[in-house]
């Protein structure tokens, strides 16, 4: 008993060594997948929300959030229409839309991004064309198999869980491709406003003094909705409605008295619910070399680099830090079901859908419900002072899926008559719109605006002025403009469809290059994770940022990561949430805003203010806060 006794320790220790040595060889490696693990985590932590996605709908917030985002297609249609021998037109461009939206509105575990035709597209699609066209290729088949691809590509990222390399994007990439995305959208309303002249003189300067007319319109709307001029449903009305009825107006504007005898180009279409050539709307993709089926992968593989992080970027802007969701986030099933349109988009010769920027984070930010809090740690005549801080946003499909609706209804031939009807000149000044909101709100403005500051007016509490190396910012906006000069200058050549290659490249400058030359300090300041860790939490959350636990909330009313609770009971006409809080008590709610990163609160919204949200300009977003 006593030699059983002498032996057990031993024994025990012997178990303990052999069970760590098991562990270690058992632990995984980083070259180890587990397959399909983020689409179904994804699944699981969105399905419970699903139903109050479509219960939380009913309010006033949806109905605005659906109108602006049609237009923007109109506009790249009338691009691809003119670079692509009218190969995509109106009703190609309108039906993609419809597709991403439809797909991602019932389907998608982000259904607060909108999918449609972008900028980057555009590019991409008359990019294969010039070089597909002259070998005598079947352009719609070989845009077909570069979809069928291009799918499966996206599948294979899905299920290998790809996705988790979103955690190193942050507002550097997002800033740089945002900034490119806003210089594409001038560019495309210069080159509208080019075309006027094959009209005559009156014809291009009249399209000149319209589409100016258009931006200035479109741009003071929206400084009357952040201003404190007019009742506050007037200043909401002007903001949200503003942008369409400039189109509206300025469509009649140019048949007003001497005007109407010149001659202007309008936005071409076609046959209602038909495609502009005429063929049908299932492509003989079997009607090519095979060669070419071939030749069709590497454009498929740039495609997937373009999609992979233009569609990733959305989302994360989508669902920025300034927004204060409820509802998780899944990266992994999105890029899934984005494989899928692109497929299908390649089968019905359609522009690809991808998410669009800066049109997603307007959609959400359009969606923010508003509260009036009152600062007590004031004194003297300020004390009491209120403002309007965004409560929550109303996290729902309706408004993605109207969208869609609405889009198919303008198909129709009456509408398609009404679009007919629009001056390109118009359309170049909405060109321009999206331009400017998409510049204004950026990092790269926002630090260049602080450069071109007076140092004396500058307040020393700007989280920029608190750099101790000064030089920091010019190095790192000089890098910004760098990565952004490359890239659209590559755009302006026959090597453009390589264009996705240089913007993936950023994300691991960001990561590996940078830090040899700026100091984690200074990067906190100058960079930052574009998106909260619990929206990240798909991804396995920011790079170098420990993640909370933050599945804590159980009710659609209570945020993840606070114990408050938040009221319900909307004034739904105005956007605002019924009731006044404290601005103390809205400060416990910060660590959800993105502060998990340990900055304190102050320097936290000092610091969104100046790193802007990569194409949602902070003007925009702080519209609906101001009384």
Known sequence: MRLASSLLPAHHDSNETHSRQLSAVQAPTWWKINLFRGMANDIKRRAPYYWSDWKDAWDYRVVPATVYIILPALAFSLDMFAKTASSFGVNEVLLASVLGSVVFSIFACQPLVIVGVTGPITVFNYTVYDIITPRGTNYFAFMCWIGLWSMLMHWGLAITNACNGVTYVTRFSCDIFGFYVAFIYLQKGIQVLTRQWANGEPAAYLSITVALLVLGAAYLCGVIGGSTLFQRYVRKFIEDYGTPLTIVFFTGFVHIGRMQAVELETLPTSKAFFPTQDRGWFIHFWDIDVGDVF???????????????????????????????????????????LGLTTGVAGLLGIPFPNGLIPQAPFHTNSLCVTRQVTDESETGAEKGHTTRVVDHVVEQRVSNL???????????????????????????????????????????????????????????????????RKAAVWYFVALELVGFGATFAITQTIAAIGFPVFILLLIPVRTFLLPKYFTRDELSILDAPTASPFTMESVGGNYGEEVDNLHGATSNNERPGSSVRLAEDDSTERGEAAGELKLNDLHQRSSFRGESNGMGRDDYELQQQHLGSGGLSHRSRSRSAQA
């Open 402 to 468: 109207a969208q869609g609706l609405l889009t198919l209804g303008t198909m129709s031939g009456p509408l398609l008559i009404v679009l007919h009807l629009i001056p390109q000149g118009v359309l170049a000044g909405l060109f321009f719109v999206m331009g400017v909101q998409a510049l204004e709100g950026n990092g790269i403005t926002l630090k260049m605006v602080y450069l071109a500051k007076d140092r004396s007016l500058t307040a020393a509490s700007h989280p920029l002025s608190r750099l101790q």
């Open 295 to 337: 030749i069709a992968m590497p454009f498929a593989i740039l495609l997937t680099i373009l999609f992979y992080f233009d569609h990733n970027v959305s989302a994360l802007i989508a669902q920025g830090t300034e927004f204060p969701l409820r509802k998780p986030a899944g990266f992994h099933w999105d890029i899934f079901l």
